[in-house]
């Protein structure tokens, strides 16, 4: 019996290693593809830009595309969600507390958008003028979603956040209202204005998180 035990191990091991190799293939090719199309959108607009220019840039197959992403727009959420990596990496080794973490990752979120704002306001008006694509964005990033989960989970846990509130219930409510917010940056192109509103939802958030009697229920 341990023979065969010995015999089973290595191709198990040698299993998880094949997916884990194509897993990484499938993340490069998707970062290939999103650098291509955020290199292109920056030079040409964004509706000259076409999903073939995309993808010979890429050096990826017209059908490749379509497995990564459904359409141009979807890659709005295909940004966000390589800002939501960024940010947890900057986060694991700041040292903050959790309303520094919060408000350190919203900084963020309003750089990168800024950086590529015309690009982002281009790709959310497309999102909400299409139904079929509308629906996506409304899919709000399950990256960012799960930071904030785990910034309230940790700030409850230190005592600085109320836990009558579940994170998850706390994260979709803040990351709801900034998508939001988003829509309706892109509708009226008032980035300065964008941008304090979403620092207001965050006072607003905070203010309601931290640790105090809840509200009476009926």
């Known amino acids: 019996m341990p023979g065969s035990y010995e015999t089973v191990e290595p191709r198990r091991g040698a299993w998880d290693n094949r997916m884990s190799r194509r897993e990484r293939k499938k993340l490069e090719t998707r970062r290939r593809i999103l650098d291509a199309a955020l290199k292109l959108m920056a030079d ?3 509706g000259q830009v076409k999903i073939e220019d995309i993808c010979v840039e890429a050096d990826v197959a017209n059908a490749t595309f379509f497995l990564h992403f459904r359409n141009k727009a979807a890659l709005a959420l295909a940004y966000n969600e390589d800002v939501a990596a960024k940010v947890e990496e900057q986060l694991a080794s700041d040292g903050l507390n959790a309303s520094e973490r919060l408000q350190a990752l919203l900084k963020i979120y309003l750089t990168e ?4 704002r015309h690009l982002m306001r281009q790709i959310v008006l497309e999102l909400i003028s299409q139904p079929a694509s509308g629906a996506t964005f409304n899919e709000v990033s399950s990256g960012l979603l ?3 989960s785990t910034v309230v989970r940790d700030g409850q846990k230190s005592g600085e956040f109320s836990s009558k509130i579940e994170p998850e219930t706390a994260a979709l409510a803040l990351v709801a209202a900034w998508n939001a917010l988003a829509i309706t940056w892109a509708r009226t192109g008032d980035t300065k204005r964008a941008a304090e509103a ?3 939802t965050l006072d607003l958030f905070l203010n309601g998180l931290r640790a105090r009697d809840g509200l009476s229920r009926p």
Do not use: E, F, S
Not at 113 to 116: A, I, K, L, S, Y
């Open 113 to 116: 958008w800024g950086t590529h």
């Open 198 to 200: 979403h620092w207001q």
């Open 44 to 46: 040409k607009p964004y």
């Open 146 to 148: 799960g930071i904030v």
